[in-house]
T-cell receptor, first 114, second 112 residues
Framework: NAGVTQTPKFRVLKTGQSMTLLCAQD?????MYWYRQDPGMGLRLIHY???????AKGEVPDGYNVSRLKKQNFLLGLESAAPSQTSVYFC?????????????FGQGTRLTVV | SQKIEQNSEALNIQEGKTATLTCNYT??????LQWYRQDPGRGPVFLLL?????KEKRKERLKVTFDTTLKQSLFHITASQPADSATYLC???????????FGGGTRLMVKP
């Protein structure tokens, strides 16, 4: 009964380093999302995917790339980390677009860029 | 630009009382509104969804109202318990095909 699993849970990066966050879901959902959460700003959508092999930009896509090679996995990449990318990142999945259906979230990844 | 506003100050109430959280929106006409609960260090968990043509929705001790005239949703927890202490997020979408936009959340503290 895993649901949505994110790896890693915590990470510290130096400015300019790269990393990949992994999200896996076992609910056979078509839709997957990456959000970032900053104090007082709520969850903001970075990128999303409506199915295997598809990706689309969300509200704050700059500095991030994503890939959805397998239906159950959605990867978020930071090619050259900046201090402004210090945040908590959440992956989510849903059966349909989130407007009319519930989203299932992972436990989050706390990323600090120094 | 569209805005979803939740009170950023924590709401402190006594156990057994009804907690009422507010979500206001401007420059927006959502057809769907959702509420999520988020505990420290965890991801949000879905609670309720209400459509624009539904004035009120209930689930156990939870009640959500959606007033499109006032551009406001109220989230009520009756007979509150310390275990209800968490941050509550509201989220909206223009229609079922759109992605959710989240408010900043309100922290609820229920004291025994």
């Amino acid at each position: 009964n895993a649901g949505v699993t994110q790896t890693p849970k915590f990470r510290v990066l130096k400015t300019g380093q790269s990393m990949t966050l992994l999200c896996a879901q076992d609910m056979n959902h078509e839709y997957m999302y990456w959000y970032r959460q900053d104090p007082g700003m709520g969850l903001r959508l970075i990128h999303y995917s409506v199915g295997e092999g598809t990706t689309a930009k969300g509200e704050v896509p700059d500095g991030y790339n994503v890939s959805r090679l397998k239906k159950q996995n959605f990867l978020l990449g930071l090619e050259s980390a900046a201090p402004s990318q210090t945040s908590v990142y959440f992956c989510a999945s849903s059966h349909d677009r989130t407007g009319g259906t519930e989203a299932f979230f992972g436990q989050g990844t706390r990323l600090t860029v120094v | 630009s569209q805005k979803i506003e939740q009170n950023s100050e924590a709401l402190n109430i006594q156990e057994g009382k009804t907690a009422t959280l507010t979500c206001n929106y401007t420059n927006y006409s959502p057809a769907y509104l959702q509420w999520y609960r988020q505990d420290p260090g965890r991801g949000p968990v879905f609670l309720l969804l209400i459509r624009e043509n539904e004035k009120e929705k209930r689930k156990e001790r939870l009640k959500v109202t959606f007033d499109t005239t006032l551009k406001q949703s109220l989230f009520h927890i009756t007979a509150s318990q310390p275990a209800d202490s968490a941050t509550y997020l509201c989220a909206m979408a223009h229609n079922a095909g759109n992605m959710l936009t989240f408010g900043g959340g309100t922290r609820l503290m229920v004291k025994p």
